[in-house]
């Protein structure tokens, strides 16, 4: 049986996240490198890239930047946006990667953690963070705030979009944020509906840091998002977490 993940990040995985723009990536790399205090030329690695937008910020910045993720579609998407070949794109599942490391950094953005039903997964993910970095290498996860999502959770949304309709359900259940989506094409009601689910388990600051020790990895900043230094367990939206292999 297909994982969530396998089955979630395909051609509507484009449609439903389409409004993500170019721009806030670009600024959110602004402040990641600020964080990261990397010099031009580090190597980086964006891990669970998605379609892109960071690694092309993060190569655009003057970065040498390598992109894993392990949906096609989206790797596709991104050579797409990448006509030059300024990232070499690669597919991989992010707890076990085909690379050998030797990376200054490895970012991980936009709650690209969390799909797994067992903590050893992600500490899986966390150690091989820790094989990709040189010694002294830095890091990045940017996760949700658990505090935070559960306050402002938004149950049911729905909108349309080039003639289909996407509903939207959500909820925290037994520790996870869970996501229902059912897509309808608007012009053939008689078509089934195309359903999907995605699932991320919410991890506290201390929990995480926790896996981060067990790692090997040290955590020295969390930040509340790309716009507030500190962080806050209550008000803070995002937990972005820096640190550092030893």
């Not at 799909?115 to 949700?144: A, N, W």
Request: charged residues 30%; glycine residues 8%.
């Amino acid at each position: 049986m297909a994982e969530w993940f396998e089955e979630s990040f395909g051609e509507d995985y484009l449609l439903v996240y389409k409004h993500r723009d170019v721009q806030g990536a670009k600024r959110e790399v602004h402040k990641m490198t600020s964080w990261l205090g990397l010099p031009k030329g580090a190597k980086v690695l964006d891990l669970c890239c998605g379609m892109g937008r960071h690694s092309l910020a993060l190569a655009e910045s003057g970065f040498e930047v390598t992109g894993v993720d392990l949906s096609e579609v989206l790797l596709r998407e991104a050579r797409r946006n990448d006509p030059e070949g300024r990232v070499a794109w690669l597919r991989g599942d992010m707890r076990k990667l085909p690379l050998d490391g030797g990376y200054d950094a490895v970012v991980n953005l936009f709650s690209s953690f969390g799909y797994f039903e067992r903590d050893e997964e992600h500490v899986k993910v966390l150690r091989e963070i820790h094989r990709m970095l040189k010694p002294q290498g830095r890091f990045i996860i940017d996760f949700l705030n658990p505090a935070y999502t559960a306050a402002h959770l938004v149950p049911v949304s729905q909108r349309v979009d080039d003639g289909q309709r996407i509903d939207e359900q959500r909820a925290i259940e037994q520790g996870y944020v869970k996501k229902w989506i059912t897509i309808a094409n608007e012009a053939n009601p008689g078509e089934a509906p195309r359903r999907y689910v995605e699932r991320i388990k919410l991890y506290s600051r201390e929990t995480f840091e926790a896996m981060l020790v067990e790692a090997g990895l040290v955590l020295e900043q969390v930040h509340g998002g790309y716009d507030e230094e500190r962080y806050d367990p209550e008000r803070s939206p995002r937990m972005i977490m820096v640190g550092r292999r030893p």
